[in-house]
């Protein structure tokens, strides 16, 4: 069964840190690109960062710039996502997601071909 499932999400103090993991089965993730998506109640899902399979420069949204990493170890089949410096408006459902067709195509979420069933990121003092 080809899944990808993320972890590390949780409740955290402004300021705070987390790190998110997405693991796949079923499939190598060598081959795609790698994209987290956030989406909060009654707003579309908007792509976080995305990393593609060959080397290249990762992309990160607006938001996310200079606080949030992503990565990836094809070793481990996962992908991660560093969040630091954490603030309220970064609260969400953050999913993970793979597309062969590489970044920014993966940062569109009607293109995407495989999705994690999402982890809640709650950020509050």
């Known amino acids: 069964q080809v899944q990808l499932v993320e972890s590390g999400g949780g409740l955290v103090q402004p300021g705070g840190s987390l790190r998110l993991s997405c693991a796949a089965s079923g499939f190598t993730l060598d081959a795609y690109a790698l994209a987290w998506f956030r989406q909060v109640p009654g707003k579309e899902r908007e792509a976080v960062s995305c990393?593609?399979?060959?080397?290249?420069?990762?992309y990160y949204s607006e938001s996310a710039n200079v606080r949030f990493t992503i990565s990836r170890d094809n070793a481990k089949n996962t992908v991660y996502l560093q969040m630091n410096s954490l603030k309220p408006e970064d609260t969400a459902v953050y999913y993970c997601?793979?597309?062969?067709?590489?970044?920014?195509?993966?940062?569109?979420?009607?293109?995407?071909?495989?999705w994690g069933q999402g982890t809640l990121v709650t950020v509050s003092s």
């Open positions: 990393i593609d399979s060959s080397d290249g420069s990762p």
């Open positions: 997601a793979a597309d062969r067709w590489g970044c920014p195509r993966a940062t569109n979420p009607k293109y995407v071909e495989i």
